[in-house]
């Protein structure tokens, strides 16, 4: 799987939007980028995933180049509970999830 | 639905002890996994399992050992606790046939002193 990465932290001022990047320069054209956050010392929990085209849910929303070379995570309205730590993922969509692979991802502050 | 349980939350143990983390799901997820998590850093993955009877290593396996039984159950055994071992321990499992979400557990935080 492409590795990727990320600023190790970012800060953003409450209500305006956080707009976290990173990179996967070596990315596959069967590799999705999929998105997770860590709040606290709580377990990760998925905010969203896309192939190439953009994505969005109710969470965020998720930009890839054209290249897909690096995507950016946009938190549209950063609220205090979005503090948190983000980890961008590249791998294959299969049966198994043991390629899930978490680095050190980007901590987030959301400053009031 | 209860997701994915770890018991218990907090633990400590002097080295050499030995104890089983605990981690059900009630998902029917046939992949589950360990990932441990050491200050300031990612997740590690220790042990996975991609169906009942069949278990396979991470990337960090050495003094860990796992079983899968039943589709349910994924316990993880802690065989002769070392400091090293002081860390978060997350269970997760993986949703079958759509193949994108990985759901995880809350935790256990070991100390081993």
């Known amino acids: 799987d492409a590795k990727t990465t990320q600023p190790p932290s970012m800060d953003c001022a409450e209500g305006r939007a956080a707009n976290l990047p990173c990179n996967h320069s070596t990315i596959s054209g069967n590799e999705y980028v999929y998105w997770y956050r860590q709040i606290h010392s709580q377990g990760p929990q998925y905010i969203i995933h896309g192939l190439k085209n953009n994505e969005t849910n109710e969470m965020a929303s998720l930009i890839i180049t054209e290249d897909r070379k690096s995507s950016t995570l946009i938190l549209p309205h950063a609220t205090l509970r979005d503090t948190a730590v983000y980890y961008c993922i590249v791998r294959v969509i299969d049966n198994y999830g043991q390629n899930f692979v978490f680095g050190p991802g980007t901590r987030l502050s959301v400053l009031p | 639905n209860a997701g994915v349980t770890q018991t218990p939350k907090f633990q400590v143990l002097k080295t050499g002890q030995s104890m089983t983390l605990q981690c059900a799901q009630d998902m029917n997820h046939e992949y589950m996994s360990w990932y441990r998590q050491d200050p300031g850093m990612g997740l590690r993955l220790i042990h996975y399992s991609v169906g009942a009877g069949i278990t396979d290593q991470g990337e960090v396996p050495n003094g860990y050992n796992v079983s899968r039984s039943t589709t349910e159950d994924f316990p993880l055994r802690l065989l002769s606790a070392a400091p090293s071992q002081t860390s978060v321990y997350f269970c997760?499992?993986?949703?079958?046939?759509?193949?994108?979400?990985?759901?995880f557990g809350n935790g256990t935080r070991l100390t081993v002193t």
């Open positions: 997760a499992s993986y949703s079958p046939g759509t193949g994108i979400v990985l759901h």
